[in-house]
């Protein structure tokens, strides 16, 4: 596999010069590499799994160290392996059901419980899936039909049980591979689609001759707003401009281009403004664990201002944003300092800069992302609907396995 | 930085379309200077820890990342150690980047390397040419488009170079990275350079420009804020160009300037300044410790340690600036300042303060260890209780416990500091003694005389280390007790304004220094060009017209003395210099009192300039000019005030330009008496003037005092006689 090599030293120097920017962009790549990764990936006959797993941590780990502020590739790479494990779970738990149907047929076929077996199957599976996994909300609702489909499968392999066992193993290895591609293609699909599924809720969000504000660009952010316009809302936008990159100035323009009422205040108006506006909503850099936002800086501002005047404070976030860290590590909590000569020029301050020809010393310290406590957040919009802060410890389990959260200190050391 | 990278695609794209070559670069990696000894006798420049990096890394992952494909690293002294390197790193292993190595080693100049590398008919279409100590982040896009553009519109626009604005620091004339001031004359229209001077004589405090110059473009701007990035976006015929001209060494003085001069070929420069990107060279120790910092403080993003791991140890950023790389043991009583870079596996011992500076990997630190705004390169061994401010320190050093060094000192590899030593400033330390070099100086550019050491020294780079240390162990008492390595005695001249160019900040009375000098220099130009502020000094060159002549009066000062030099060397007869003299006189609208003034002034710096051993020497020259051309001169001193021009001439030579003449004024000025040259009346009436002038103006006055007291005692017999 010498090319998924260079796919992957070419994915990790773009992450590593910065030349990769949004999260979106990124979730979406990392997750095509760790497709093209695990389907050139040969499994072994045994713990077909186990090998999977390692192969992507090890891609997931390189990663993650290539730039480690962009929490998205961490999250892919966790979501990656939630689905192997998943799909290995479903797998397995269909092959239990097998074997307990096959003991069950073996032993007490003459005792003619004939109607029992597939009821005791299924009873089996979902016993394994919740000791296996921590329990969660989806799963218990879920809960219902899956175990339903797999009594279905096991009842037809317990038919022609005795020949086709040693044909199940060899192509369960495929079928493994077939089921986790096919649930990464899912999740690649959700991630370009994150956009039009969180600006659906649009409408129920944004009421008629509402005035909102957000602050420097984001791509959610706009088609939020774009999709309660096309709906026929009338409402007025403030963009603060976001310095020091001002992406609000793009933002701005794309509104007013599609025939939003927009106005661009600068930052340092954001608290004069805040008392006439009806909601705040802001895009993300990521979702922390304890519903605290990584987000471009100023947001934290922003917050503590809509606060102050009772200002619902609305976080936009497709489900790739969701980081299942927590902010108090001092590991996650990563901000990227960018060049000063964002803020100054170079060449304007250039004599009063550190140097050894006397003169003062300027520092400029130019950092990306601000942190919103989850107290500040009023409501989480992803595209599996609005959530309060509180809640999403649970949508993170949901998605990731409690063994990927540390992806870097493999216990195997292999692959 | 997002941006770029599709833009780039984009503009290869369209390139292809035209000449379908990749974008190439040549990386020169040689300085061909000297500035960084004695470490470069030991280590190729391209390869020293710039932030625990090798420079060259950050050439190569900004080329890489500016859309360039194909790179041919020019390796020309310790050649071997340059392409090793490149082999153990990842740079050959690329997917679209190809590193190819070209030696050479009998190449002495930048021109040298590009006249091989025409030769090996590499190029084949547009070329960044950089060298490869080049730290910068810019999008090359930008700038190619616009070279392409006015290559399509013209094929002699055959070179883009990138400048920078800078501020110079106005004491010293100096970039903050240690160079000096350049001025450029561009074009404000079309980015043509017009004029590049980086050697401007800041003596004469003059600067010429072509009157064609003027007379061809209509407007030009002149910067002294710009800096020169030393990279540049050339067309293949620039390599052809060097070839054509054998005698081309160094890219900017040679080439640049020639280009600029030879209105022949009418090959064309044209400049691309950057604004928010950063870029620049390292040229000196001071460069090194200013770029070393703009990376710290991030200018050079996401040229910055934290994310770039040129190796394979992580360094996190921290706080207030700090990087830490991983598996550092820090005492608890430990400091690190802001802005400071610590590298993978050093170790800091007890109540150890480290404040602004690089440590790089494998260190070890004692205890009560002060350092400072110190380069500290990897494994090096400081014993407790050193100090160290403002130094470079190489791989592998030792200083033992209660050394220290003092400001600008650079200690090269494996030197062992003895204990109790302290290093004096600005010393330069190596295990090898200074090479001994026939004629070089400063302007030295070719490092030919040591292409000898160097090359041996490849060779027994590894093994031979217990060798070197044994033979040189025994004179090495000049490092204290314990102590290994020669301090380098410094060259004459040439490093006496080693502050300049060293890593330690520069001191207030440096800095006093300058100023005072420059003020020294724009208070002569303000007594030889314009009113003088106490305005009665020279009563006679308050002239209404002289006002709005300032700067024609200085040309005049300098034809005058042309005309009189050329005079002197042509055996031109005295009636043909008065009379061209006096056609200068006419064409700069001057009186003959300007004319005498700068005719004597011509004679005396003449005078002055022959070679002289002594006073008497000099005198005697002065009275050999004087009489050979008093014809000359005498003509133009029909009045009084004419010749008292000439005394108060003579007199701010002596304080100026030509101190020489100090202790003879009262003996020339007696000389000239008696040559009739000046009569008794104009001495007697300076010294009349100079009554109410200060204390400082009269020493001249003082000095002659007996003269003048003769001269007074005696007129009344003169008068009687003659009445």
Redesign the interface.
Known sequence: MPDVH?LV??FVN?L???????SQATAKQTAELLRSVISQQRVPQTNQATALINAVRAVGEKLI?ANPVELAVGNIARRVLHIIREEDLSLATAAIADLELSAVSDDEDDVERDDYPVLSAAAVAAAARSTLRPPSLQTLLEDAPISAAIPHTSSSGGDSEGKSRSVDKGSRGRKLKHDVIEAVNELIQDISTCYEQIAEQAVEHIHQNEVILTLGSSKTVLEFLCAAKEKKRSFKVFVAEGAPRYQGHLLAKELAARGLQTTVITDSAVFAMISRVNMVIVGAHAVMANGGVIAPVGLNMVALAAQRHAVPFVVLAGSHKLCPLYPHNPEVLLNE??????LL????F??C???????GSL??V?PTFDYVPPKLVSLFITDTGGHNPSYMYRLIADYYSADDLVVKRRPVTGS | MGAPKKSSARVSEDHDELVRVPLQAILIADSFTTKFRPITLERPKVLLPLVNAPMINYTLTWLESAGVEEVFVFCCAHSKQVINYLEKSEWFNQPNFTVTTIESQNSVSAGDALRVIYERNVIHGDFVLVSGDTVSNMSLTQALLEHKERKKKDSNAVMTMVIKRSKTNPAIHQSRLGTDEIFMAIDPDTKQLLYYEDKADYSKGTLHLENSLLADNPSLSLHHDKQDCYIDICSPEVLSLFTDNFDYQHLRRHFVKGLLVDDIMGYKIFVHEICSDYAARIDNFRSYDTVSKDIIHRWTYPLVPDVMNFGNTTTKLERQGIYRASEISQSQSAVVGPFSVIGFGTKIGNNTKILNSVVGEGCKIGSNVHIEGCYIWDNVTIEDGCKLRYGIVCDGVTMKSGSALEPGVVLSFKVVVGKEFVVPTYSQVSLLQQPIEEDSDEELEYADSTSAITSTLDKSDGESDSELSDTHFNPASELGFGGVGYIWPKCEGGHEEEWRHSVAPITEDKILEAVKALEDELELILDGNTLPPSGELKPNSIDSDEDDNDDLRDDFDKEVEETFLRAVHENIQENHLTLEVNSLKLSYNKIAADCAGALFYAMMKYAVDMPHSSAERLTQNVQAVLTKWKKVLTSYLNDMDEQIEVILKFEEMCLESAKEYAPLFTQILHYMYNEDIIEEDAILSWEDEKKEADESDKVFVKQAQTFIQWLKEAPEEDDDKED
């Open positions: 260079i030293n070419e773009q590593k010069k910065r030349k990769i920017e949004g160290a300092l960018r060049s000063p000569s964002e020029d170079f060449g304007e250039s004599d800069m550190d140097s050894a020809s006397g003169g520092h400029v130019n």
